[in-house]
């Protein structure tokens, strides 16, 4: 069923995405780091394939997401834009990418589409990094705006704590989604404000909006992929819902695989070749084995 539904499905465009928001059809956005889980989350109709820079705490093992490096972020949008044809690719555009200057903002995402395939990027921020997400815009370079906390700025932000809980504070958070839709995003996230300030957004703002942990009220939601299957287990999220946890399956597989290896039952004779016969009793004579 889900191979015919992709085959009938068509390009995933900004246009399709603003049309879903209008009537209400609410966006599909995924974190996703790899060529399967890309062709696997494009088979079943995810909108949007996220490479987000989280996939380097994931998969390699950094402690936060500051200390992922361009080149990781690079390495996996590779390997989803292999992996996927449907839906619109977006890269998270890393710690200090496009932070510095216009200029840098613009090579750099220029890097991502050139080779990493990506259609799109996702830039974490507020109003000041707007001036840098417009160059990028201009460009020709779409991007979706990302507020509300921002991994990149967790010491200023006080940990990882929901953002928005006092007026001032809401407040804040909408003067930043204004300012990046000002400066041309397509759409903006609210990670893990309060829902009312994703709320306030998905009815005030002219382009959708997606929540990541900030309510069930936007036009779309976005979720980590590795959540959604406790694939990291040092931390999850309170907004994040494990729908299957693989860690038990893995383990068992990887114990059932380490016992009969050492009971010799793995591989079996199904798993293995055998020369012929006659092939077998040249090769015992020309090596002298007695067997």
Same mark, same amino acid.
Request: glycine share 8%; proline share 3%.
């Given at each position: 069923?889900?191979?015919?539904?992709?085959?009938?499905?068509?390009k995933v465009?900004?246009?399709?995405?603003?049309?879903?928001?209008?009537?209400?059809? !609410?966006?599909?956005?995924?974190?996703?780091?790899?060529?399967?889980?890309?062709?696997?989350?494009?088979?079943?109709?995810?909108?949007?394939?996220?490479?987000?820079?989280?996939?380097?705490?994931?998969?390699?093992?950094?402690?936060?997401?500051?200390?992922v490096s361009?080149?990781?972020?690079?390495?996996?949008?590779?390997?989803?834009?292999?992996?996927?044809q449907?839906?619109l690719?977006?890269?998270?555009?890393?710690?200090?990418s496009?932070?510095?200057?216009?200029? &840098?903002?613009?090579?750099?995402?220029?890097?991502y589409?050139a080779?990493?395939?990506?259609?799109?990027?996702?830039?974490?921020?507020?109003? *000041?990094?707007?001036?840098?997400?417009?160059?990028?815009?201009?460009?020709?370079? !779409?991007?979706q705006?990302?507020i509300?906390?921002? !991994?990149?700025r967790?010491?200023?932000?006080?940990?990882?704590t929901?953002?928005g809980?006092?007026?001032?504070r809401?407040?804040?958070?909408i003067?930043?989604?204004w300012a990046?839709?000002?400066a041309?995003?397509?759409?903006?996230m609210?990670?893990?404000?309060?829902?009312?300030?994703?709320?306030?957004?998905?009815?005030?703002?002219?382009?959708p909006?997606?929540?990541?942990?900030?309510?069930?009220?936007?036009?779309?939601?976005?979720?980590?992929?590795?959540?959604l299957?406790?694939?990291y287990?040092k931390?999850?999220?309170?907004?994040?819902?494990?729908?299957?946890d693989?860690?038990?399956?893995?383990?068992?597989?990887?114990?059932?695989?380490?016992?009969?290896?050492? &009971?010799?039952i793995?591989p079996?004779?199904? *798993?293995?070749?055998?020369?012929?016969?006659?092939?077998?009793?040249?090769?015992?004579?020309?090596?002298?084995?007695?067997?």
């Open positions: 069923m889900a191979e015919q539904a992709a085959q009938k499905r068509k465009t900004i246009p399709m995405l603003v049309e879903k928001m209008k009537k209400g059809d !609410p966006i599909v956005q995924l974190a996703v780091y790899d060529y399967e889980t890309a062709i696997i989350a494009d088979r079943v109709g995810i909108d949007i394939l996220c490479v987000s820079d989280t996939g380097g705490m994931v998969l390699f093992g950094h402690e936060s997401t500051t200390s361009f080149e990781e972020v690079m390495y996996m949008a590779q390997a989803v834009k292999r992996g996927s449907y839906g690719r977006m890269v998270d555009m890393p710690y200090m496009f932070h510095l200057s216009a200029q &840098q903002a613009v090579d750099n995402a220029a890097k589409v080779q990493g395939g990506a259609e799109v990027m996702k830039c974490e921020g507020n109003q *000041h990094h707007a001036k840098y997400i417009e160059a990028i815009v201009k460009a020709g370079i !779409p991007v705006g990302h509300g906390i921002t !991994p990149m967790m010491p200023q932000l006080g940990g990882f929901a953002q809980k006092t007026a001032e809401a407040k804040e958070l003067d930043d989604a990046m839709v000002d041309g995003c397509f759409s903006i609210c990670e893990v404000t309060t829902s009312e300030v994703c709320e306030y957004l998905a009815e005030t703002l002219p382009v909006v997606i929540s990541l942990g900030a309510g069930n009220l936007a036009h779309g939601v976005h979720i980590i992929g590795s959540d299957f406790h694939l287990e931390h999850v999220p309170r907004h994040s819902k494990i729908y299957v693989l860690v038990p399956i893995i383990e068992k597989g990887l114990c059932d695989y380490r016992d009969e290896v050492r &009971q010799r793995y079996g004779k199904e *798993h293995t070749v055998f020369m012929k016969e006659d092939e077998l009793k040249r090769f015992k004579e020309m090596v002298g084995w007695k067997k």
